[in-house]
């Protein structure tokens, strides 16, 4: 009888946990808090993209190609090449 007591006390207190919770979930206080927490926070991005400091780009030319030719000793292997050969 005690057992079936104590799980009958542990079903109420989780469904009771999910029932309030869910209520305030609801809740107009809590959807007038969420949406003004969203405009704030609108605001707050236009702001911090109005004071932010832009940097010039000094990335101009930093990649040098080099042309293959520069080495002509070297020997040319092509992956499909080794396939074929393997065969």
């Not at 959807?31 to 926070?41: D, G, L, P, V």
């Given at each position: 009888?005690?057992?079936?007591?104590?799980?009958?006390?542990?079903?109420?207190?989780?469904?009771?946990?999910?029932?309030?919770?869910?209520?305030?979930?609801?809740?107009?206080?809590?959807?007038?808090?969420?949406?003004?927490?969203?405009?704030?926070?609108?605001?707050?991005?236009?702001?911090y993209s109005q004071n932010m400091i832009l940097l010039k780009s000094d990335t101009i030319d930093i990649v040098e190609y080099v042309e293959k030719?520069?080495?002509?000793?070297?020997?040319?292997?092509?992956?499909?090449?080794?396939?074929?050969?393997?065969?």
């Amino acid at each position: 009888m005690l057992k079936e007591l104590k799980y009958l006390l542990y079903l109420f207190v989780i469904l009771l946990f999910f029932f309030l919770s869910l209520k305030y979930y609801f809740s107009d206080d809590n959807k007038k808090n969420s949406y003004r927490s969203y405009k704030q926070i609108d605001k707050k991005i236009v702001n911090y993209s109005q004071n932010m400091i832009l940097l010039k780009s000094d990335t101009i030319d930093i990649v040098e190609y080099v042309e293959k030719t520069i080495d002509k000793n070297k020997k040319n292997y092509n992956f499909w090449n080794l396939i074929k050969n393997n065969e």
